[in-house]
């Protein structure tokens, strides 16, 4: 299983904290994009948003960046804050 988390704004368009999806050999995230926006499509504005800052085990990803079963990835909307 992969473990997927949204945070801020996107915990609430996509209704859930976190969600696991059962993924059968290693994706992309570019993959696992178009996984999540199959199951969760108002997800979609918000995931291709170049300001999307993304983690795979607590590590900045890219699109072309792997995920594994068992991995940890967050998607995270731009914050500000001072």
């Known amino acids: 299983m992969l473990q997927v988390k949204f945070f801020a704004m ?45 983690s795979v085990n607590q590590e900045v990803a890219h699109d072309n960046d792997t995920v594994s079963d068992g991995d940890e990835v967050a998607f995270l909307p731009p914050f500000s804050g001072g």
Request: proline fraction near 4%.
């Open 10 to 54: 996107l915990r609430g368009i996509a209704g859930v904290e976190s969600k696991e999806f059962d993924i059968s050999a290693p994706v992309t995230v570019r993959e696992l994009k178009e996984i999540i926006l199959a199951d969760i499509p108002a997800l979609t504005e918000a995931l291709e948003s170049r300001s999307m800052l993304i």
